[in-house]
Protein backbone atom coordinates (compact mmCIF):
# COMPACT_ATOMS: atom_id res chain seq x y z
CA UNK A 1 0.00 0.00 0.00
CA UNK A 2 3.28 2.29 0.67
CA UNK A 3 3.66 2.38 -2.96
CA UNK A 4 0.23 4.00 -3.58
CA UNK A 5 0.37 6.71 -1.24
CA UNK A 6 3.05 9.13 -2.56
CA UNK A 7 4.29 12.82 -2.10
CA UNK A 8 6.08 14.25 -5.10
CA UNK A 9 4.83 17.64 -4.58
CA UNK A 10 7.84 19.21 -6.94
CA UNK A 11 6.90 17.33 -10.27
CA UNK A 12 6.20 19.63 -12.66
CA UNK A 13 3.41 18.45 -15.16
CA UNK A 14 2.28 19.88 -18.65
CA UNK A 15 -1.16 20.17 -20.04
CA UNK A 16 -2.10 19.60 -23.52
CA UNK A 17 -5.15 21.45 -23.94
CA UNK A 18 -6.02 20.12 -27.06
CA UNK A 19 -6.32 16.20 -25.66
CA UNK A 20 -7.70 17.67 -22.53
CA UNK A 21 -10.89 20.03 -24.43
CA UNK A 22 -11.36 16.36 -26.20
CA UNK A 23 -12.24 14.38 -22.95
CA UNK A 24 -14.09 16.92 -21.73
CA UNK A 25 -15.84 16.84 -24.68
CA UNK A 26 -16.49 13.03 -24.08
CA UNK A 27 -17.95 13.85 -20.48
CA UNK A 28 -21.07 11.13 -20.45
CA UNK A 29 -24.35 11.91 -19.48
CA UNK A 30 -25.56 10.27 -16.04
CA UNK A 31 -28.72 8.04 -15.60
CA UNK A 32 -30.86 8.43 -13.19
CA UNK A 33 -33.16 5.92 -10.96
CA UNK A 34 -35.14 6.49 -8.64
CA UNK A 35 -35.15 3.50 -5.43
CA UNK A 36 -37.27 3.61 -2.58
CA UNK A 37 -36.16 1.03 0.33
CA UNK A 38 -37.52 -2.86 0.28
CA UNK A 39 -37.78 -2.88 3.99
CA UNK A 40 -36.61 -2.32 7.74
CA UNK A 41 -33.84 -4.31 8.89
CA UNK A 42 -32.01 -4.27 12.08
CA UNK A 43 -28.48 -5.75 12.68
CA UNK A 44 -27.82 -9.10 14.28
CA UNK A 45 -25.44 -11.73 14.69
CA UNK A 46 -24.47 -13.88 11.89
CA UNK A 47 -21.74 -16.06 11.44
CA UNK A 48 -21.84 -16.72 7.78
CA UNK A 49 -21.68 -13.05 7.10
CA UNK A 50 -19.00 -10.67 7.08
CA UNK A 51 -17.45 -9.71 10.54
CA UNK A 52 -20.36 -11.79 11.39
CA UNK A 53 -22.83 -9.10 11.03
CA UNK A 54 -25.93 -9.57 9.50
CA UNK A 55 -29.12 -8.17 9.62
CA UNK A 56 -33.08 -9.27 10.04
CA UNK A 57 -36.03 -7.81 8.71
CA UNK A 58 -37.44 -5.25 11.15
CA UNK A 59 -40.65 -3.88 9.30
CA UNK A 60 -42.19 -3.23 6.12
CA UNK A 61 -41.68 0.21 4.60
CA UNK A 62 -45.05 0.78 4.59
CA UNK A 63 -44.50 0.87 8.35
CA UNK A 64 -42.55 3.41 8.53
CA UNK A 65 -44.61 6.05 7.95
CA UNK A 66 -46.68 5.17 11.37
CA UNK A 67 -43.86 5.18 13.37
CA UNK A 68 -42.74 7.81 15.97
CA UNK A 69 -39.26 8.55 16.80
CA UNK A 70 -37.35 10.27 19.87
CA UNK A 71 -34.03 10.67 21.72
CA UNK A 72 -31.81 7.32 20.64
CA UNK A 73 -34.48 5.71 18.42
CA UNK A 74 -33.25 4.72 15.22
CA UNK A 75 -34.18 2.71 12.12
CA UNK A 76 -32.45 0.62 9.50
CA UNK A 77 -33.42 1.48 5.82
CA UNK A 78 -32.68 -1.63 3.43
CA UNK A 79 -32.54 -0.86 -0.21
CA UNK A 80 -31.94 -4.71 -1.35
CA UNK A 81 -29.36 -3.96 -3.44
CA UNK A 82 -26.08 -1.45 -3.72
CA UNK A 83 -26.52 2.11 -5.13
CA UNK A 84 -24.79 4.94 -5.90
CA UNK A 85 -26.89 7.98 -5.46
CA UNK A 86 -28.43 11.04 -3.12
CA UNK A 87 -30.46 10.49 -0.57
CA UNK A 88 -33.54 12.05 -0.23
CA UNK A 89 -36.30 11.96 3.07
CA UNK A 90 -39.00 13.91 4.28
CA UNK A 91 -39.14 14.20 8.31
CA UNK A 92 -42.48 15.78 9.91
CA UNK A 93 -43.49 16.35 13.93
CA UNK A 94 -46.21 15.01 15.85
CA UNK A 95 -47.22 15.75 19.35
CA UNK A 96 -46.87 19.40 20.54
CA UNK A 97 -45.42 22.01 18.83
CA UNK A 98 -41.57 22.11 18.37
CA UNK A 99 -39.71 23.51 20.93
CA UNK A 100 -36.58 22.24 19.98
CA UNK A 101 -34.20 21.18 16.83
CA UNK A 102 -34.03 18.05 15.84
CA UNK A 103 -30.69 16.40 15.43
CA UNK A 104 -30.45 13.57 12.99
CA UNK A 105 -27.65 10.88 12.53
CA UNK A 106 -27.47 9.83 8.69
CA UNK A 107 -25.21 6.64 8.40
CA UNK A 108 -24.39 4.73 4.86
CA UNK A 109 -23.43 1.15 4.54
CA UNK A 110 -22.51 -0.82 1.78
CA UNK A 111 -22.54 -3.76 4.01
CA UNK A 112 -24.15 -4.69 7.51
CA UNK A 113 -20.48 -4.53 9.37
CA UNK A 114 -19.82 -0.94 8.77
CA UNK A 115 -22.70 -0.15 10.67
CA UNK A 116 -21.81 -2.14 13.90
CA UNK A 117 -18.21 0.34 14.10
CA UNK A 118 -18.56 3.73 15.39
CA UNK A 119 -16.78 6.63 13.79
CA UNK A 120 -15.07 7.91 16.82
CA UNK A 121 -13.40 4.72 17.39
CA UNK A 122 -11.39 4.42 13.92
CA UNK A 123 -7.67 5.23 14.40
CA UNK A 124 -6.65 4.00 10.91
CA UNK A 125 -4.06 5.66 8.76
CA UNK A 126 -6.58 6.53 6.13
CA UNK A 127 -8.73 9.65 6.46
CA UNK A 128 -11.63 9.35 8.60
CA UNK A 129 -13.24 11.80 6.69
CA UNK A 130 -14.73 9.19 4.19
CA UNK A 131 -16.55 7.67 6.88
CA UNK A 132 -20.40 7.85 5.46
CA UNK A 133 -21.95 9.39 8.53
CA UNK A 134 -23.31 12.74 8.81
CA UNK A 135 -24.98 14.93 11.85
CA UNK A 136 -28.00 17.24 10.59
CA UNK A 137 -30.40 19.61 12.42
CA UNK A 138 -33.54 20.89 11.69
CA UNK A 139 -35.02 24.18 13.42
CA UNK A 140 -38.44 23.81 11.47
CA UNK A 141 -40.79 20.85 10.29
CA UNK A 142 -41.97 19.36 7.87
CA UNK A 143 -38.84 19.47 5.91
CA UNK A 144 -37.44 17.61 3.09
CA UNK A 145 -33.75 16.15 3.64
CA UNK A 146 -31.62 16.07 0.38
CA UNK A 147 -28.10 15.18 1.08
CA UNK A 148 -25.71 17.41 -1.36
CA UNK A 149 -23.29 14.51 -1.13
CA UNK A 150 -23.13 11.36 -3.37
CA UNK A 151 -23.06 8.21 -1.60
CA UNK A 152 -22.42 4.33 -1.90
CA UNK A 153 -25.20 2.15 0.14
CA UNK A 154 -27.52 -0.50 0.95
CA UNK A 155 -28.11 -0.02 4.00
CA UNK A 156 -29.51 3.76 5.62
CA UNK A 157 -29.17 4.07 9.96
CA UNK A 158 -31.36 6.81 10.44
CA UNK A 159 -30.43 7.64 14.66
CA UNK A 160 -32.39 10.42 16.31
CA UNK A 161 -29.80 11.80 18.57
CA UNK A 162 -32.92 13.91 19.80
CA UNK A 163 -35.95 16.02 19.59
CA UNK A 164 -37.77 16.98 23.16
CA UNK A 165 -39.60 15.51 25.56
CA UNK A 166 -42.87 16.96 23.78
CA UNK A 167 -42.58 15.76 20.07
CA UNK A 168 -41.01 13.05 17.99
CA UNK A 169 -40.32 12.83 14.66
CA UNK A 170 -41.52 10.92 11.58
CA UNK A 171 -39.93 9.46 8.68
CA UNK A 172 -41.72 9.23 5.07
CA UNK A 173 -40.78 8.79 1.24
CA UNK A 174 -36.89 7.79 1.11
CA UNK A 175 -35.38 7.23 -1.22
CA UNK A 176 -32.08 7.67 -3.66
CA UNK A 177 -31.60 9.16 -6.61
CA UNK A 178 -28.84 6.96 -8.64
CA UNK A 179 -26.26 7.88 -10.49
CA UNK A 180 -24.51 5.98 -13.35
CA UNK A 181 -22.89 6.58 -16.68
CA UNK A 182 -23.49 3.03 -17.66
CA UNK A 183 -26.62 2.07 -19.75
CA UNK A 184 -28.59 -1.38 -18.64
CA UNK A 185 -30.21 -1.46 -22.08
CA UNK A 186 -27.01 -2.20 -23.95
CA UNK A 187 -26.52 -5.15 -21.52
CA UNK A 188 -26.00 -8.83 -23.38
CA UNK A 189 -28.11 -11.17 -22.13
CA UNK A 190 -25.83 -13.49 -20.72
CA UNK A 191 -27.76 -17.10 -19.50
CA UNK A 192 -25.23 -19.81 -17.35
CA UNK A 193 -25.46 -23.43 -16.97
CA UNK A 194 -24.15 -23.07 -13.56
CA UNK A 195 -25.94 -20.96 -11.09
CA UNK A 196 -23.35 -19.96 -9.09
CA UNK A 197 -21.12 -18.57 -12.01
CA UNK A 198 -24.34 -16.85 -13.01
CA UNK A 199 -24.58 -14.73 -10.10
CA UNK A 200 -21.07 -14.43 -9.86
CA UNK A 201 -21.21 -12.44 -13.61
CA UNK A 202 -24.58 -10.81 -12.10
CA UNK A 203 -22.70 -8.77 -9.37
CA UNK A 204 -19.19 -8.06 -11.37
CA UNK A 205 -21.76 -6.43 -13.58
CA UNK A 206 -23.08 -4.53 -11.05
CA UNK A 207 -19.91 -3.49 -9.21
CA UNK A 208 -18.62 -2.58 -12.92
CA UNK A 209 -22.22 -0.29 -13.09
CA UNK A 210 -21.83 1.08 -10.05
CA UNK A 211 -17.79 2.22 -10.38
CA UNK A 212 -18.97 4.06 -14.25
CA UNK A 213 -19.55 7.31 -13.52
CA UNK A 214 -17.89 10.37 -15.23
CA UNK A 215 -15.20 8.95 -15.56
CA UNK A 216 -14.24 4.75 -14.66
CA UNK A 217 -14.12 5.32 -10.91
CA UNK A 218 -12.20 3.21 -8.50
CA UNK A 219 -14.44 2.79 -6.28
CA UNK A 220 -18.08 5.01 -5.80
CA UNK A 221 -17.61 5.26 -2.14
CA UNK A 222 -13.90 6.26 -1.98
CA UNK A 223 -11.25 7.07 -3.75
CA UNK A 224 -13.75 8.08 -6.39
CA UNK A 225 -11.38 8.68 -9.21
CA UNK A 226 -9.61 7.41 -11.89
CA UNK A 227 -6.71 5.31 -11.37
CA UNK A 228 -5.00 3.83 -14.39
CA UNK A 229 -4.41 0.51 -13.28
CA UNK A 230 -8.68 -0.23 -12.20
CA UNK A 231 -9.40 1.45 -15.46
CA UNK A 232 -7.56 -1.32 -17.53
CA UNK A 233 -9.84 -4.05 -16.58
CA UNK A 234 -12.92 -1.90 -16.38
CA UNK A 235 -12.27 -0.86 -20.03
CA UNK A 236 -11.95 -4.97 -20.70
CA UNK A 237 -15.21 -5.55 -18.38
CA UNK A 238 -16.60 -3.05 -20.54
CA UNK A 239 -16.43 -4.24 -23.49
CA UNK A 240 -17.75 -7.88 -22.43
CA UNK A 241 -21.06 -5.71 -20.89
CA UNK A 242 -21.87 -2.05 -21.50
CA UNK A 243 -19.34 -1.13 -24.28
CA UNK A 244 -19.65 2.35 -23.19
CA UNK A 245 -16.57 3.17 -25.71
CA UNK A 246 -16.36 6.52 -25.48
CA UNK A 247 -16.09 6.57 -21.57
CA UNK A 248 -12.52 4.26 -22.34
CA UNK A 249 -11.57 6.82 -24.96
CA UNK A 250 -12.53 10.35 -22.57
CA UNK A 251 -10.16 8.35 -19.49
CA UNK A 252 -7.07 7.64 -22.00
CA UNK A 253 -7.68 11.45 -23.01
CA UNK A 254 -7.19 12.35 -19.78
CA UNK A 255 -4.63 10.70 -18.30
CA UNK A 256 -2.40 11.76 -21.76
CA UNK A 257 -3.57 15.49 -21.49
CA UNK A 258 -1.58 15.61 -17.64
CA UNK A 259 1.66 14.07 -17.93
CA UNK A 260 4.87 14.75 -15.94
CA UNK A 261 7.21 16.96 -17.72
CA UNK A 262 9.62 14.20 -18.31
CA UNK A 263 6.73 12.24 -19.86
CA UNK A 264 5.61 10.08 -17.43
CA UNK A 265 1.93 9.00 -16.93
CA UNK A 266 0.60 9.75 -13.60
CA UNK A 267 -1.12 6.85 -11.68
CA UNK A 268 -4.49 8.20 -11.41
CA UNK A 269 -6.18 11.89 -11.83
CA UNK A 270 -8.40 13.52 -10.19
CA UNK A 271 -11.57 15.67 -12.04
CA UNK A 272 -13.05 17.93 -9.93
CA UNK A 273 -13.56 20.18 -9.33
CA UNK A 274 -10.98 20.59 -11.72
CA UNK A 275 -8.90 18.28 -13.98
CA UNK A 276 -5.71 17.34 -11.53
CA UNK A 277 -3.25 14.90 -12.25
CA UNK A 278 -2.00 13.11 -9.02
CA UNK A 279 1.82 13.17 -7.64
CA UNK A 280 1.72 9.38 -7.43
CA UNK A 281 3.93 7.22 -10.34
CA UNK A 282 3.57 3.43 -10.62
CA UNK A 283 5.90 1.74 -13.19
CA UNK A 284 3.59 -0.83 -14.22
CA UNK A 285 0.56 1.75 -14.29
CA UNK A 286 1.89 3.61 -16.47
CA UNK A 287 3.03 0.73 -18.95
CA UNK A 288 -1.01 0.12 -18.67
CA UNK A 289 -1.51 3.23 -20.72
CA UNK A 290 0.18 1.43 -23.62
CA UNK A 291 -1.97 -1.61 -22.54
CA UNK A 292 -5.41 0.34 -22.00
CA UNK A 293 -5.03 1.84 -25.56
CA UNK A 294 -4.41 -1.47 -27.36
CA UNK A 295 -6.74 -2.79 -25.85
CA UNK A 296 -9.45 -0.16 -27.02
CA UNK A 297 -7.97 0.28 -30.28
CA UNK A 298 -8.42 -3.71 -30.86
CA UNK A 299 -11.92 -3.54 -29.82
CA UNK A 300 -12.76 -0.16 -31.87
CA UNK A 301 -10.04 0.71 -34.68
CA UNK A 302 -10.28 4.26 -33.61
CA UNK A 303 -8.03 6.05 -35.69
CA UNK A 304 -8.07 9.53 -33.91
CA UNK A 305 -7.03 7.79 -30.69
CA UNK A 306 -4.35 6.44 -32.13
CA UNK A 307 -2.93 8.75 -34.05
CA UNK A 308 -3.35 11.40 -30.68
CA UNK A 309 -2.57 9.00 -27.93
CA UNK A 310 0.59 6.61 -29.52
CA UNK A 311 2.74 9.10 -29.13
CA UNK A 312 2.17 9.34 -24.91
CA UNK A 313 1.95 5.69 -24.90
CA UNK A 314 5.56 5.16 -26.87
CA UNK A 315 7.15 7.91 -24.07
CA UNK A 316 6.02 5.26 -21.38
CA UNK A 317 8.09 2.56 -22.87
CA UNK A 318 10.94 4.91 -23.94
CA UNK A 319 11.17 5.73 -20.11
CA UNK A 320 10.56 1.80 -18.75
CA UNK A 321 13.45 0.40 -21.10
CA UNK A 322 15.71 3.16 -18.78
CA UNK A 323 15.40 0.82 -16.03
CA UNK A 324 16.56 -2.47 -18.09
CA UNK A 325 20.04 -3.34 -17.86
CA UNK A 326 22.61 -4.66 -20.26
CA UNK A 327 21.61 -7.86 -20.21
CA UNK A 328 17.81 -7.51 -20.37
CA UNK A 329 16.77 -7.61 -16.98
CA UNK A 330 14.04 -5.00 -15.38
CA UNK A 331 15.91 -3.38 -12.21
CA UNK A 332 13.06 -1.50 -9.72
CA UNK A 333 13.24 1.63 -9.04
CA UNK A 334 12.07 2.47 -5.46
CA UNK A 335 11.37 6.58 -7.04
CA UNK A 336 8.93 5.03 -9.60
CA UNK A 337 8.22 1.72 -8.08
CA UNK A 338 6.01 -1.42 -9.46
CA UNK A 339 2.74 -2.33 -7.89
CA UNK A 340 1.72 -5.09 -8.96
CA UNK A 341 -0.68 -5.74 -5.73
CA UNK A 342 -0.93 -4.28 -2.75
CA UNK A 343 1.31 -6.39 -0.45
CA UNK A 344 4.86 -5.98 0.06
CA UNK A 345 5.86 -8.73 1.53
CA UNK A 346 6.88 -10.44 -2.23
CA UNK A 347 9.91 -9.52 -4.62
CA UNK A 348 7.94 -8.06 -7.68
CA UNK A 349 11.18 -8.27 -10.19
CA UNK A 350 10.15 -10.82 -12.08
CA UNK A 351 6.79 -9.55 -11.97
CA UNK A 352 7.88 -6.32 -13.51
CA UNK A 353 9.68 -8.15 -16.37
CA UNK A 354 6.13 -9.56 -17.10
CA UNK A 355 4.46 -6.35 -17.30
CA UNK A 356 6.97 -4.87 -19.61
CA UNK A 357 7.22 -7.72 -21.60
CA UNK A 358 3.40 -7.67 -22.16
CA UNK A 359 3.38 -3.78 -22.63
CA UNK A 360 6.25 -3.78 -25.33
CA UNK A 361 4.43 -6.83 -27.03
CA UNK A 362 1.23 -4.42 -27.43
CA UNK A 363 2.96 -1.02 -28.27
CA UNK A 364 5.11 -3.28 -31.18
CA UNK A 365 1.24 -3.87 -32.33
CA UNK A 366 0.04 -0.64 -32.15
CA UNK A 367 2.97 0.69 -34.19
CA UNK A 368 2.30 -1.68 -36.77
CA UNK A 369 -1.50 -0.52 -36.77
CA UNK A 370 0.33 3.38 -37.41
CA UNK A 371 2.99 1.53 -39.76
CA UNK A 372 5.80 3.16 -37.99
CA UNK A 373 8.53 1.45 -37.28
CA UNK A 374 9.25 -1.13 -34.80
CA UNK A 375 12.59 -2.93 -35.62
CA UNK A 376 14.47 -1.40 -32.48
CA UNK A 377 11.15 -2.34 -29.55
CA UNK A 378 11.32 -5.83 -31.52
CA UNK A 379 14.96 -6.20 -30.71
CA UNK A 380 14.65 -5.04 -26.72
CA UNK A 381 11.54 -7.27 -26.57
CA UNK A 382 13.73 -10.15 -27.71
CA UNK A 383 16.12 -9.67 -25.21
CA UNK A 384 14.15 -8.81 -22.46
CA UNK A 385 11.94 -12.44 -22.97
CA UNK A 386 15.49 -13.98 -23.44
CA UNK A 387 16.60 -12.92 -20.04
CA UNK A 388 13.26 -14.27 -18.43
CA UNK A 389 13.66 -17.50 -20.46
CA UNK A 390 17.24 -18.03 -19.63
CA UNK A 391 17.78 -16.14 -16.51
CA UNK A 392 14.77 -16.20 -14.70
CA UNK A 393 13.58 -19.55 -15.33
CA UNK A 394 14.16 -22.48 -12.44
CA UNK A 395 14.36 -25.77 -14.50
CA UNK A 396 14.18 -27.85 -11.99
CA UNK A 397 11.27 -26.61 -10.45
CA UNK A 398 9.68 -26.10 -13.34
CA UNK A 399 9.17 -21.88 -12.34
CA UNK A 400 10.18 -18.59 -12.53
CA UNK A 401 12.84 -16.94 -9.63
CA UNK A 402 12.52 -13.04 -8.47
CA UNK A 403 15.37 -11.18 -7.16
CA UNK A 404 19.42 -11.65 -5.88
CA UNK A 405 17.50 -14.20 -3.49
CA UNK A 406 15.61 -15.88 -6.54
CA UNK A 407 12.15 -15.74 -4.41
CA UNK A 408 9.98 -18.05 -5.75
CA UNK A 409 5.97 -16.26 -6.07
CA UNK A 410 2.99 -16.46 -7.51
CA UNK A 411 2.92 -13.04 -9.15
CA UNK A 412 6.10 -13.73 -11.02
CA UNK A 413 4.16 -17.01 -12.65
CA UNK A 414 1.14 -15.36 -13.43
CA UNK A 415 3.44 -12.55 -15.35
CA UNK A 416 5.33 -14.56 -17.11
CA UNK A 417 2.33 -16.84 -18.63
CA UNK A 418 0.35 -13.84 -19.61
CA UNK A 419 2.94 -11.70 -21.28
CA UNK A 420 3.89 -14.75 -23.34
CA UNK A 421 7.55 -15.94 -22.16
CA UNK A 422 5.83 -19.37 -21.53
CA UNK A 423 2.90 -20.50 -24.03
CA UNK A 424 1.38 -23.78 -24.75
CA UNK A 425 2.59 -26.62 -22.63
CA UNK A 426 5.54 -24.97 -21.21
CA UNK A 427 2.68 -22.76 -19.57
CA UNK A 428 0.51 -25.28 -18.41
CA UNK A 429 3.75 -27.26 -16.39
CA UNK A 430 4.68 -23.75 -14.67
CA UNK A 431 1.28 -23.03 -13.73
CA UNK A 432 0.52 -26.36 -12.65
CA UNK A 433 4.01 -26.10 -10.52
CA UNK A 434 2.76 -23.23 -9.16
CA UNK A 435 -0.33 -24.76 -7.98
CA UNK A 436 1.30 -27.44 -6.35
CA UNK A 437 3.96 -25.29 -4.66
CA UNK A 438 2.15 -21.94 -3.55
CA UNK A 439 -1.37 -22.85 -3.62
CA UNK A 440 -3.76 -22.11 -1.42
CA UNK A 441 -2.41 -18.23 -1.91
CA UNK A 442 -1.22 -16.69 0.91
CA UNK A 443 -0.35 -13.14 1.48
CA UNK A 444 -2.59 -11.68 -1.95
CA UNK A 445 -5.97 -10.03 -0.20
CA UNK A 446 -6.85 -7.81 -3.70
CA UNK A 447 -9.53 -9.18 -6.31
CA UNK A 448 -6.96 -7.18 -8.64
CA UNK A 449 -4.26 -9.76 -8.25
CA UNK A 450 -6.51 -12.68 -7.80
CA UNK A 451 -7.73 -11.52 -11.75
CA UNK A 452 -4.23 -12.02 -12.84
CA UNK A 453 -3.64 -15.39 -11.54
CA UNK A 454 -7.31 -16.68 -13.03
CA UNK A 455 -6.82 -15.53 -16.19
CA UNK A 456 -2.97 -17.32 -16.33
CA UNK A 457 -4.61 -20.19 -15.56
CA UNK A 458 -7.47 -19.85 -18.49
CA UNK A 459 -4.70 -19.14 -21.07
CA UNK A 460 -2.43 -22.25 -20.11
CA UNK A 461 -5.78 -24.18 -20.51
CA UNK A 462 -6.66 -25.04 -16.78
CA UNK A 463 -9.97 -23.83 -17.11
CA UNK A 464 -11.05 -25.94 -14.08
CA UNK A 465 -8.46 -24.28 -12.09
CA UNK A 466 -9.44 -21.40 -13.08
CA UNK A 467 -13.42 -21.65 -12.34
CA UNK A 468 -12.58 -22.90 -8.94
CA UNK A 469 -10.68 -20.20 -7.84
CA UNK A 470 -13.41 -17.95 -9.43
CA UNK A 471 -15.86 -20.06 -7.25
CA UNK A 472 -13.37 -19.51 -4.03
CA UNK A 473 -12.55 -15.94 -4.03
CA UNK A 474 -15.78 -14.08 -5.56
CA UNK A 475 -18.44 -16.61 -4.67
CA UNK A 476 -17.01 -16.62 -1.30
CA UNK A 477 -17.58 -12.91 -1.68
CA UNK A 478 -21.25 -14.03 -1.95
CA UNK A 479 -21.71 -16.21 0.61
CA UNK A 480 -20.63 -13.51 2.83
CA UNK A 481 -23.33 -11.14 1.61
CA UNK A 482 -21.81 -9.29 -1.20
CA UNK A 483 -23.65 -7.43 -3.37
CA UNK A 484 -21.39 -5.72 -4.92
CA UNK A 485 -17.38 -7.02 -5.36
CA UNK A 486 -14.91 -5.34 -2.67
CA UNK A 487 -11.64 -3.49 -2.70
CA UNK A 488 -9.95 -6.21 -0.90
CA UNK A 489 -10.82 -9.80 0.80
CA UNK A 490 -8.82 -12.39 1.87
CA UNK A 491 -10.49 -15.59 1.72
CA UNK A 492 -8.55 -16.75 5.08
CA UNK A 493 -9.52 -13.45 6.72
CA UNK A 494 -12.80 -12.63 5.77
CA UNK A 495 -13.08 -9.68 7.94
CA UNK A 496 -9.77 -8.74 6.45
CA UNK A 497 -9.72 -4.60 6.19
CA UNK A 498 -6.34 -2.83 4.89
CA UNK A 499 -7.40 0.16 7.27
CA UNK A 500 -8.02 -1.27 10.45
CA UNK A 501 -11.79 -0.86 10.04
CA UNK A 502 -14.68 -1.96 7.47
CA UNK A 503 -15.95 1.28 7.99
CA UNK A 504 -13.55 2.53 5.35
CA UNK A 505 -12.88 0.28 3.60
CA UNK A 506 -15.07 0.19 -0.34
CA UNK A 507 -17.22 -2.51 -0.75
CA UNK A 508 -17.67 -1.77 -4.71
CA UNK A 509 -14.68 -1.48 -6.35
CA UNK A 510 -13.51 -1.62 -9.94
CA UNK A 511 -10.70 -3.98 -9.86
CA UNK A 512 -12.83 -6.91 -8.81
CA UNK A 513 -15.58 -6.43 -11.58
CA UNK A 514 -13.35 -8.31 -13.75
CA UNK A 515 -15.38 -11.60 -13.59
CA UNK A 516 -17.80 -10.33 -16.07
CA UNK A 517 -14.86 -10.15 -18.64
CA UNK A 518 -13.17 -13.48 -17.84
CA UNK A 519 -16.43 -15.52 -18.03
CA UNK A 520 -17.40 -13.63 -21.29
CA UNK A 521 -14.21 -14.36 -22.44
CA UNK A 522 -13.01 -18.32 -21.71
CA UNK A 523 -16.49 -19.76 -20.31
CA UNK A 524 -19.26 -18.66 -22.38
CA UNK A 525 -19.83 -20.83 -24.95
CA UNK A 526 -18.89 -23.97 -22.79
CA UNK A 527 -21.24 -22.36 -19.89
Known amino acids: ?171 KQPEVITESSADPTKLPSVKLADPELQRIYEVSVKTLQDCMQEVFEDGPKRDRRLWLGDLRLQALANYATFDNRELVKRCLYLFAAMTAKDGRIVANVFTKPNYVPDDTFLFDYSLFFISTLADYYRHTKDQEALADLLPVATAQMEIALTRVNDQGGYQEDEAYPVFIDWSNEFDKTTAGQGVLIL ?52 ASQVWMVLAGVVTGDQAQVVMRAMIKQLFPIRGIA ?27 YWGKMLALGADTYWEAFDPDQPDYSPYGSPIVSSYCHAWSCTPAYLIQKYLTEEA
Not at 13 to 42: G, M, S, Y
Not at 117 to 144: M, N, R
Not at 454 to 468: C, H, P, Q, R, T
Open 446 to 472: TPYMYHHVVKALFMAGLNDEAVALLKH
Open 1 to 171: MAFTFQINDDVEFKHDQRLLEKAIRLTPPLQHQKVIPCQLVKLCNDPTKLDGVGVIKNGELADLKERKFARDDQVILDFGNHYVGQFKLKLTHVGSPQDAPLTLRIRFAEVPAELSYQASDYQGWLSKSWIQEEIVHFDELPATLKLPRRYAFRYVELTVIDTSPKWAVQF
Open 359 to 410: ALRQLITLLQAAAQPTERYVASLQQLVTYAQEQLFDAQQDLFVSGAKREINV
